[in-house]
T-cell receptor, first 110, second 119 residues
Framework: DAKTTQPNSMESNEEEPVHLPCNHSTISGTDYIHWYRQLPSQGPEYVIHGLTSNVNNRMASLAIAEDRKSSTLILHRATLRDAAVYYCILRIQGAQKLVFGQGTRLTINP | GAVVSQHPSWVICKSGTSVKIECRSLDFQATTMFWYRQFPKQSLMLMATSNEGSKATYEQGVEKDKFLINHASLTLSTLTVTSAHPEDSSFYIC???????????????FGEGSWLTVV
């Protein structure tokens, strides 16, 4: 499985935007970029995914570099409930198995 | 939306006993489910792929005789930790995909997780 690299931790303030980076330089043409987050003592939760174009949904936006070797998850206005570990995962088209890296632990300050 | 539920949420058992954790897809059928374990402050580690009607596929280093997986129906997979020891204490999480397998259209849903403490 192609690997992703994320910062171990990030910190931001409530109601400010947060940009969570992810590097995936070995991504292949059939890999989708998925983001999940895990709140304390819970299972992971789907956030967003994309292939080449930037994507928006009610939770976040995903900006994908033109060469697809990196992406950024954007939380437009962080709340305390967004404090979680965010995982950037490459998922082969049609596959259900997800391999997790270390993720980024996001802390939101009031 | 699709929901995956685990039971129990937490369990305490004595060393040497076996404990079963259930994973159910509540409003969709899942021919394949996945089991993960997670130690505190660490990431999820994939243990095995649970296949409905056939044997599970275990990841390298995971003892299949210790972690028995049964996927007898399209909505239920069970993980049994046999002869549990304190080092088996962990957070166990299952996942399943809902929707068609084509493209990445099917979202993967995770259960709430099950805390196992072996004393």
């Amino acid at each position: 499985d192609a690997k992703t690299t994320q910062p171990n931790s990030m910190e931001s303030n409530e109601e400010e935007p947060v940009h969570l980076p992810c590097n995936h330089s070995t991504i292949s043409g059939t890999d989708y970029i998925h983001w999940y987050r895990q709140l304390p003592s819970q299972g992971p939760e789907y956030v967003i995914h994309g292939l080449t174009s930037n994507v928006n949904n009610r939770m976040a936006s995903l900006a994908i570099a033109e060469d697809r070797k990196s992406s950024t998850l954007i939380l437009h206005r962080a709340t305390l409930r967004d404090a979680a570990v965010y995982y950037c995962i490459l998922r082969i088209q049609g596959a259900q198995k997800l391999v997790f890296g270390q993720g980024t632990r996001l802390t939101i300050n009031p | 939306g699709a929901v995956v539920s685990q039971h129990p949420s937490w369990v305490i058992c004595k060393s040497g006993t076996s404990v079963k954790i259930e994973c159910r897809s509540l409003d969709f059928q899942a021919t394949t489910m996945f089991w993960y374990r997670q130690f505190p402050k660490q990431s999820l580690m994939l243990m095995a792929t649970s296949n409905e009607g056939s044997k599970a596929t275990y990841e390298q280093g995971v003892e299949k005789d210790k972690f028995l997986i049964n996927h007898a129906s399209l909505t239920l997979s069970t993980l049994t930790v046999t002869s549990a020891h304190p080092e088996d204490s962990s957070f166990y999480i299952c996942s399943a995909g809902a929707g068609t397998a084509r493209g990445s259209g099917n979202t993967i849903y995770f259960g709430e997780g099950s805390w196992l403490t072996v004393v």
